[in-house]
């Protein structure tokens, strides 16, 4: 269904407009209930450069985890947190940013797909489906949100500058493209958008040309490039700087082959969760997705028949509806830098890299549903509201998930029981919550999935030694030093067993090889003066007290502990 009479119909697309807002909204209203949960802690709540006890600007050269450098939604938080510093106001703002979000893949599908309805059924389902609510729900999925709401911004003030006067042409392009490099500084794959910005030049331009297709393409990567020379000084690279752990991504230690045999398996469960998002999942890391070792896997070949059965029935299905081209391509573009299949990146899969190419699938669906909906509108207008309140149901649902760490790795475990990081992650919840029973028996299954986990053999160990049995913690603190030498935490129980036992010589050595692999953490640097204290060295106590106040701060558990011990160190040097 096209709209005959363009300019009739401003009116309503304002309507669905509001529409489209107002579905966007309700699924997620819950999550402003929720806490923080999962990495809000490291990279938001504990973190001092956003909660004020350094600098918000020294986020513009810091990395928060190895190749992440996303400086403008980093900053963003340190914004959140002058306002308000609980997870309320938080919660809002990724509502907020989600909202705007499907506003844009509404007033884009408007202009791609030249269709009033296509653009409701493209915008409403983009609004509610349930694989947006871990980028949505947990507040770091913030960087999705943002970095899509510039991408399509730019796209829309690109959109704006192709019908636009020749001086206002130059401003929306200006905009286009300054939107695109804070894309880009929101999160580093939206560059892969840059694609983008000529095949919508094409799908629009009947008489198009290749010299402005070759214009366009270097003025977005110009642009783009802003970010790149930013990135590389702090990150020391273009993509990850090192390989991943094999626990996040088995991927980055495997072969080529591999690689790309078990990436086009998690490319099929990424169009299987679009097309029915039940089993969703915060972490499918190893073992949940085993590599596909040999063409021979039976995955594999499940995968590649189904991925090439879709792909021949868009390509016929492309010749009655077009439009189903241009909505390919705004699936498969944004998926280029985040698939493992050009080089591997921190993660083997996560739902929240759907957010952006969604908008493709949604898209897809619009066009199907314009093509469709000639004939019995009102039928198709019925499905459509039966999918979108069943989709906002379950994001309803999925949302609670993220309420806390301890509902989040409980649903996570449930989802993903092959995971060894699902299994430490809930472990680690329960025994924050007392339940040391079950936090041990979860950390065992962590190892028994892979047993050179060296957090999990520490959480073993902790276990024992919050109940009290100092030996048995010793014998697994010592096994996770024997698989990671450089845990530093490790280092630290150690030496406070020993310390607390009076042996200073050995606790000494605990706390100094702990320092080598870790030279600013602050608790060891504050044990260590409190055992050169009690061997009498009073010099190089105070001196590492001193020290201890030049540190740059960590998270605010671990201050915490090391500012209690510096007190009391203090008080025995004076």
């Not at 016929?316 to 509806?321: Q, S, V």
Request: proline share 5%; net charge positive; charged share 15%.
């Amino acid at each position: 269904m096209s709209d005959p009479h363009p300019a009739s119909t401003d009116a309503r697309r304002r309507w669905l407009a509001l529409l489209v807002a107002a579905v966007a909204t309700l699924p997620y209203l819950n999550t402003l209930g929720n806490g923080f949960a999962f990495d809000d802690f490291f990279l938001i709540r504990w973190h001092p450069m956003v909660t004020g006890s350094e600098s918000p600007w020294h986020l513009l050269t810091w990395v928060q985890v190895p190749g992440a450098y996303r400086p403008l939604t980093m900053l963003s938080y340190a914004a959140n947190e002058r306002v308000s510093d609980g997870p309320f106001g938080y919660h809002l703002v990724n509502l907020c940013l989600h909202v705007l979000v499907s506003l844009g893949v509404f007033w884009l599908a408007v202009r791609l797909l030249r269709s009033s309805f296509a653009a409701a059924v493209a915008g409403l389902l983009f609004a509610t489906h349930p694989v947006h609510t871990e980028a949505v729900s947990n507040v770091v999925g913030r960087a999705e949100l943002l970095a899509a709401a510039l991408v399509l911004g730019a796209l829309l003030a690109f959109l704006r500058a192709e019908r636009a006067r020749r001086r206002w042409r130059l401003v929306w392009m200006a905009l286009s493209l300054l939107a695109f490099a804070a894309a880009c500084f929101a999160k580093e794959s939206a560059f892969a958008a840059v694609l983008l910005f000529a095949i919508t030049y094409i799908w629009l331009t009947p008489q198009w040309r290749v010299s402005r297709v070759a214009a366009l393409l270097v003025l977005y990567t110009a642009a783009g490039a802003i970010y790149l020379g930013a990135r590389v000084p702090v990150v020391g690279a273009l993509t990850i700087p090192g390989a991943p752990s094999l626990v996040d991504n088995p991927l980055a230690h495997v072969d080529g082959a591999t690689r790309l045999r078990t990436a086009m398996i998690v490319l099929w469960q990424y169009l299987s969760m679009l097309l029915l998002p039940v089993n969703l999942t915060a972490d499918s890391s190893f073992n949940e997705i085993p590599p596909a070792f040999s063409f021979t896997d039976p995955r594999f070949a499940l995968a590649g028949a189904a991925l090439v059965t879709v792909a021949l029935l868009a390509a016929r299905a492309t010749r009655r509806i077009p439009a189903l081209a241009i909505a390919a391509l705004f699936l498969v573009v944004p998926l280029v830098l985040t698939a493992n299949v050009l080089f591997p990146i921190g993660t083997i899969k996560a739902e929240r890299l759907l957010y952006l190419p969604s908008v493709g699938w949604c898209l897809a669906w619009g066009a199907l549903a314009a093509a469709a909906g000639r004939t019995r509108p009102q039928v198709w207008a019925a499905l459509l509201a039966v999918v979108v309140t069943v989709y906002a149901g379950r994001s309803w649902a999925r949302n609670r998930d993220w309420k806390d760490n301890l509902s989040l790795f409980s649903a996570t475990l449930a989802a993903s029981p092959g995971s060894a990081k699902a299994q430490h992650n809930a472990a680690t919840a329960l025994q924050g919550a007392g339940n040391l029973d079950d936090a041990l028996l979860h950390y065992r299954r962590a190892l028994e999935i892979y047993p050179e986990y060296a957090a999990a053999a520490y959480g073993v160990g902790h276990v024992h030694h919050l109940r009290g049995n100092e030996d048995r913690a010793m014998q697994w603190y010592l096994r996770a030093l024997a698989i990671d030498p450089s845990l530093a935490k490790a280092h630290l129980q150690i030496g406070l067993i020993r310390l607390n036992h009076g042996e200073y010589d050995a606790a000494e050595a605990a706390f100094r090889t702990g320092l080598e692999t870790a030279p600013d953490d602050p608790e060891l640097v504050v044990y260590l003066g409190t055992v050169l204290l009690a061997q009498g060295d009073r010099w190089r106590a105070l001196n590492l007290v001193r020290y201890f106040a030049t540190l740059p701060p960590t998270d605010s558990e671990t201050m915490e502990a090391a500012r209690y011990a510096q007190r009391e160190l203090e008080v025995a040097v004076r």
